[in-house]
């Protein structure tokens, strides 16, 4: 017997979207170790921004996955 297609598309490893967003996050902020003391504030900022914005997808994400069944 064979699983039902929308099981079969939870078993497929892929990106998700918040996960590149996090990973974009860390961009600002390595780059805030390479800049002048100037500009450092607002790449800390802009990752921390983009990081937070990734754990707020997921935690929609999460819930609308609990909401269907």
Not at 18 to 40: E, R, S
Not at 44 to 67: F, N
């Amino acid at each position: 017997m064979t699983k039902p297609e929308n099981e079969m598309a939870e078993d497929i490893p892929r990106l998700d979207p918040w996960l590149g967003v996090a990973l974009a996050g860390l961009v600002p902020m390595t780059a805030a170790f390479m800049m002048d003391a100037a500009l450092v504030h607002y790449l800390v900022a802009a990752g921390g921004a983009l990081i937070t914005t990734s754990v707020v997808m997921l935690v929609r994400q999460e819930r609308s996955k609990r909401r269907t069944p």
